[in-house]
Nanobody
Framework: QVQLVDSGGGLVQAGGSLRLSCAAS????????MGWFRQAPGREREFVAA???????????DYADSVKGRFTISRDNAKNTVYLQMNSLKPEDTAVYYC?????????????WGQGTQVTVSS
């Protein structure tokens, strides 16, 4: 059974940085798309970033417009882990961040989800 464990959230001031981690267990997800969604109070869940397997060792990184240039997604297949480096954080980045994994590409409904980690950015 596959399990995704999110970690790394916390409270940070605007302009600060955090790095989220998502560790997978149960099977190797190197050929899966992995990434992050977030949900703020009273809002719908939204896509943040994804790393999608193309072929061989090539992956494609994709970002929501709201985080481009500030967030960087990466993966370490040896550790079966994906990371989200978040820089220049803004109060509007405050949300619960959820890791997800899916065959081919991430979608609104994904095969696997993490439990979520809270990110709070103070102004």
């Amino acid at each position: 059974q596959v399990q995704l464990v999110d970690s790394g959230g916390g409270l940070v001031q605007a302009g600060g940085s955090l790095r989220l981690s998502c560790a997978a267990s149960g099977r190797t997800l190197s050929a899966y798309a992995m990434g992050w969604f977030r949900q703020a109070p009273g809002r719908e869940r939204e896509f943040v970033a994804a790393t999608t397997w193309i072929r061989g060792s090539t992956y494609y990184a994709d970002y929501a417009d709201s985080v481009k240039g500030r967030f960087t997604i990466s993966r370490d297949n040896a550790k079966n882990t994906v990371y989200l480096q978040m820089n220049s954080l803004k109060p509007e980045d405050t949300a619960v961040y959820y890791c997800a994994a899916n065959r081919a590409r991430l979608a609104g409904e994904n095969e696997y989800w993490g439990q979520g980690t809270q990110v709070t950015v103070s102004s």
